[in-house]
Every structure is written in C-alpha cells, then in structure tokens.
C-alpha cells in the first residue's frame, strides 16, 4: 500500500558527487523516519543515514563529513547527497520509509534499490 520510487544512482569517480532521491507515495497518513541503507557485494545491509520527523539526522561513521540526508515532509520524499565519494561507497542503495497508514496500521517500507558504482 506504500510505493517507493528511488532515483538518482550511476557510475561517479572518486571524489565525486551524486544525488540520490526516494519519493514514498500510497494511503500515507503520517511518515516517521525516512533513511538510506546500502548493500554492498558479499556484504549485510548497512544503515547509512536516517532522518527523523523532525529531521533530525543520524550517519553511519564511513559517510559523517561527506554525506547529507535530508527530507521534504510536504512531498514524502527523502534525498542523500553523497560528496567526495570513494570506491568503498558502491553499493545497492536502498529507500527505507517507516510512518501511518490511512488504516491506522503501521508500516515500513524498502525500495526497489539503486545502484551506485564509483570508479575511475
């Protein structure tokens, strides 16, 4: 009941930037937290950063300096702008919504994932 569209990745090199965007859309009452995660090759799911209704955020250590979550409540879209990236930044990212439904029900929803390769 909740769609989940990512956009933005592709192939930068090091040191480069790339924009990342989710855009949450379906019977959305209320949205809580809104993050990016990342999974690399052979590699667990990792939280990269998250950003609370009150859009306060939280990085993981490997992106604190170089990487800004932010999110725009009226539109329930989150975006991750990734500076100064490094090859140990590629990954599958992916979209994490958690919020109300028009139900009354809880949910917490993934996106399809975007690919993010940095190499020269």
């Known amino acids: 009941q909740v769609q989940l569209v990512e956009s933005g990745g592709g192939l930068v090199q090091p040191g480069g930037s790339l924009k990342l965007s989710c855009a949450a859309s379906?019977?959305?009452?209320?949205?809580?937290?809104m993050g990016w995660y990342r999974q690399a090759p052979g590699k667990q799911r990792e939280l990269v950063a998250v950003?609370?209704?009150?859009?306060?955020?939280e990085y993981a250590d490997s992106v604190k300096g170089r990487f800004t979550i932010s999110r725009d409540s009226a539109k329930n879209t989150v975006l991750l702008q990734m500076n100064s990236v490094q090859p140990e930044d590629t990954a599958v990212y992916f979209c994490?919504?958690?919020?109300?439904?028009?139900?009354?029900?809880?949910?917490?929803?993934w996106g399809q994932g975007t690919q993010v390769n940095v190499s020269s």
């Open positions: 994490n919504v958690k919020g109300q439904l028009t139900t009354g029900s809880f949910f917490a929803s």
């Open positions: 950003v609370a209704s009150d859009e306060s955020a």
């Open positions: 379906g019977r959305i009452s209320v949205v809580d937290a």
